[in-house]
Antibody, heavy 119, light 110 residues
Framework: QVQLVQSGAEVKKPGASVRVSCKAS????????INWVRQATGQGLEWMGW????????GFAQKFQGRVTMTRNTSMNTAYMELSSLRSEDTAVYYC????????????WGQGALVTVSS | QSVLTQPPSASGTPGQRVTISCSGS????????VTWYQQLPGTAPKLLIY???QWPSGVPDRFSGSKSGASASLAISGLQSEDEATYYC???????????FGGGTKLTVL
């Protein structure tokens, strides 16, 4: 069965970087794009960007341009999202979500990874 | 401020039919298909409807989606207590070149 399993919770100081991983299983990793979506406590969903695991091509929401990097390790079927220059407003649960069928998003989601930014 | 506009809350009694609206513009809902997600507290979102009105396997047909112009709706018939959750609409926005979400609608089953 398809699964996306994310890395655990992180606590970071302002100005630091964080890397969240998303390990895929149960399907061909390079056949489906991976999206990253975050959700601050009590808030709505916010799309951050996507990555094509086959080519490594990625695209980001304007808000995160220059601060986010999305990479992958195809031998480990794992996608990574790194966010730099962290600030308190980046405290959120970060989800990975698979794209499917003609570009629709989110038939499968990771369990989420809480990133807390605090001095 | 979300690009797509949803009512913050909705409610209904068991067995009732409830509709949740999602309003956008020509650059998003007006030209791209709408996806709906259900999110229970403390869990990841779950795909409910895609391509405006298609069900993924396992989603009951009590949930239905529709779209007209730059607005979409999610209807839930035969409301059940387990439907109490927050519902989000989403679509691709061609002007922003990215996915956009509604702010979410918290559904309460009275």
């Amino acid at each position: 069965q398809v699964q996306l399993v994310q890395s655990g919770a992180e606590v970071k100081k302002p100005g630091a970087s964080v890397r969240v991983s998303c390990k895929a299983s149960g399907y061909t990793f390079t056949s489906y794009d991976i999206n990253w979506v975050r959700q601050a406590t009590g808030q709505g969903l916010e799309w951050m960007g996507w990555m094509n695991p086959y080519s490594g091509t990625s695209g980001f929401a304007q808000k995160f341009q220059g601060r986010v990097t999305m990479t992958r390790n195809t031998s480990m079927n794992t996608a990574y999202m790194e966010l730099s220059s962290l600030r308190s407003e980046d405290t959120a649960v970060y989800y990975c979500a698979r794209s499917f069928r003609g570009g629709s998003m989110g038939d499968y989601w990771g369990q989420g990874a809480l990133v807390t930014v605090s001095s | 401020q979300s690009v797509l506009t949803q009512p913050p809350s909705a409610s209904g009694t068991p067995g009732q039919r409830v509709t949740i609206s999602c309003s956008g513009s020509s650059s998003n809902i007006g030209t791209n298909t709408v996806t709906w997600y259900q999110q229970l507290p403390g869990t990841a979102p779950k795909l409910l409807i895609y391509f405006d009105n298609q069900w993924p396997s396992g989603v009951p047909d009590r949930f239905s989606g529709s779209k007209s112009g730059a607005s979409a709706s999610l209807a839930i018939s035969g409301l059940q207590s387990e439907d109490e959750a927050t519902y989000y609409c989403a679509t691709w926005d061609g002007s922003l070149n990215g996915w956009v979400f509604g702010g979410g609608t918290k559904l309460t089953v009275l």
